[in-house]
């Protein structure tokens, strides 16, 4: 079987930077994904990460270690509009099948 | 079309009814997924349609549900004789068959009730 773990909530302040750490355990890994989603609405793609390293795209950035099963996503810069559910996902095998997270919600204060 | 279309967006029925939903894919995208989210849950895999292959049904959770894919685009989720613990978000998703730099892009989803 496979087991994602991301912590339930975060609470972080406008302006600063955050990390989303996502922990699993699975074989076959082949990909692992970061997807946003507001409350009442559809998950939109962030990021995906196959190989070690760290992927950045503008305000947020996306870390895998495969020897770790571990990734995080660190957003900076923090806005308002941030604050939502952040999910972590992974597919395994040669299929295109994604496995979720329970997801982390993250709340932005002022 | 732009985007994944599901409909209805929202549905309200009875016990023990069924309900069909359906799921319209951005043309193109060969791969189709089922999913469905309970409140504070994470996104629970049900179906997968990949082309003219058999579907991928290891997540439908009893033989209450089912699913079809025709013509290679829009998808119908059944639920046969509705159960209160059946009432979630019902997201549907589609992908190009390689899809996994891209990922996949979501409908709006169904909010099934069953009082």
């Known amino acids: 079987g496979q087991n994602i773990d991301q912590p339930t909530e975060m609470t972080a302040t406008e302006g600063a930077i955050v990390q989303i750490n996502c922990t699993y355990q699975?074989?076959?890994?082949?990909?692992l994904f970061w997807y946003q989603q507001h409350a009442g609405e559809a998950p939109t793609f962030l990021s995906y990460n196959v190989l070690d390293g760290l992927e950045e795209k503008g305000r947020f950035s996306s870390f895998l270690s495969r020897s770790k099963g571990y990734s995080y996503l660190l957003l900076k810069e923090l806005q308002m509009k941030d604050s939502a559910s952040y999910l972590c996902a992974v597919t395994t095998g040669g299929g295109n099948k994604l496995t979720f997270g329970t997801g982390t919600q993250l709340k932005v204060e002022l | 079309g732009a985007g994944v279309s599901q409909s209805p967006s929202n549905k309200v029925t009875e016990k023990g009814k069924d309900v069909e939903l359906r799921c319209d894919p951005i043309?193109?995208?060969?791969?189709l997924y089922w999913y469905r989210q309970s409140l504070g849950q994470g996104l629970e895999f049900l179906i997968y349609f990949q082309g003219n292959s058999a579907p991928d049904k290891s997540g439908l959770p009893s033989d209450r549900f089912s699913a079809e894919r025709t013509g290679g685009s829009v998808s119908t989720l059944t639920i046969q004789r509705t159960q209160q613990e059946d009432s979630a978000v019902y997201l549907c998703?589609?992908?190009?068959?390689?899809?996994?730099?891209?990922?996949?892009?979501f409908g709006s989803g169904t909010r099934l009730t069953v009082v």
């Open positions: 699975t074989s076959g890994f082949n990909g």
């Open positions: 043309s193109g995208h060969t791969a």
């Open positions: 998703a589609s992908s190009l068959a390689q899809g996994r730099s891209s990922g996949y892009t």
